[in-house]
Nanobody, 122 residues
Framework: QVQLVESGGGFVQAGGSLRLSCAASGRIFSSYDMGWFRQAPGKEREFVAATSGWNGGRTSYIDSVKDRFTISRDSVKNTMYLQMNSLKPEDTAVYYC??????????????WGQGTQVTVSS
């Protein structure tokens, strides 16, 4: 059974920081590409960032979070992270962790977490 469990969301003022975590079941973690998505109220879910399987050597981000967010993974802890700095009110959303091993992490991930709420006040 594949499981992805997010944590670390919360309420923060603009300019602040949060770190999201995604704990993954061991059998998928090392080889799967993993990523973060978000969905703001009234909007479609959007891709935020991704890291490749096998030590996460490749990363990608949407333009709006480049230089503010950093995605990483810890193979020992089977956990992926999203460090979010200089947060803006427009970053407010439910953030979802995802995993995929078909090269489709940005478009149609196979597995999803339950989501964690991030709220940024102005």
């Amino acid at each position: 059974q594949v499981q992805l469990v997010e944590s670390g969301g919360g309420f923060v003022q603009a300019g602040g920081s949060l770190r999201l975590s995604c704990a993954a079941s061991g059998r998928i973690f090392s080889s799967y590409d993993m990523g973060w998505f978000r969905q703001a109220p009234g909007k479609e879910r959007e891709f935020v960032a991704a890291t490749s399987g096998w030590n996460g050597g490749r990363t990608s981000y949407i333009d709006s979070v480049k230089d503010r967010f950093t995605i990483s993974r810890d193979s020992v802890k089977n956990t992926m992270y999203l460090q979010m700095n200089s947060l803006k009110p427009e970053d407010t959303a439910v953030y979802y962790c995802a995993a995929d091993n078909r090269g489709l992490i940005r478009y149609a991930p196979q597995y999803w977490g339950q989501g964690t709420q991030v709220t940024v006040s102005s």
